[in-house]
């Protein structure tokens, strides 16, 4: 049906940045929201970002805000999280996720379609 694959991943030194993208196929983005998450070994997997279908919400952890950015390109079905002033621990397995329905909220939604996950370390 939907399928998801992220790019971008790799070693990059602290301050650094650094830029994901997750292809979308099998469905028109613009009726979808995408979420950004990480897991690292021996931790929870948490939510970096979210935007909304349509594209006009967007809501971030507390950690990365003001450092990260999730944006969507609805016409070539691409999200991209653009990743600055990376720390260690920003290390982590990056995950994009779908989920079909609101235009206004990406937060209170069941992401049902991932991808398969992109190695980031942060390192010097």
């Known amino acids: 049906q939907l399928q998801l694959a992220e790019s971008g991943g790799g070693l990059v030194q602290p301050g650094g940045s650094l830029r994901l993208s997750c292809v979308v196929s099998?469905?028109?983005?613009?009726?979808?929201?995408i979420a950004w998450f990480r897991q690292a070994p021996g931790k929870e997997r948490e939510r970096v970002g979210c935007?909304?279908?349509?594209?006009?919400?967007?809501h971030y952890l507390d950690s990365v805000e003001g450092r990260f950015t999730v944006s969507k390109e609805n016409a070539t079905g691409t999200s991209y999280l653009q990743m600055n002033d990376l720390d260690p621990d920003d290390t982590a397995v990056y995950f994009c996720?779908?989920?079909?329905?609101?235009?206004?909220?990406?937060?209170?939604?069941?992401?049902?379609?991932w991808g398969q996950g992109t190695q980031v370390t942060v390192s010097s």
């Open positions: 996720a779908a989920a079909r329905g609101s235009r206004y909220v990406c937060r209170p939604l069941t992401y049902n379609f």
């Open positions: 935007i909304s279908s349509t594209g006009g919400t967007t």
């Open positions: 099998g469905a028109r983005l613009d009726y979808y929201a």
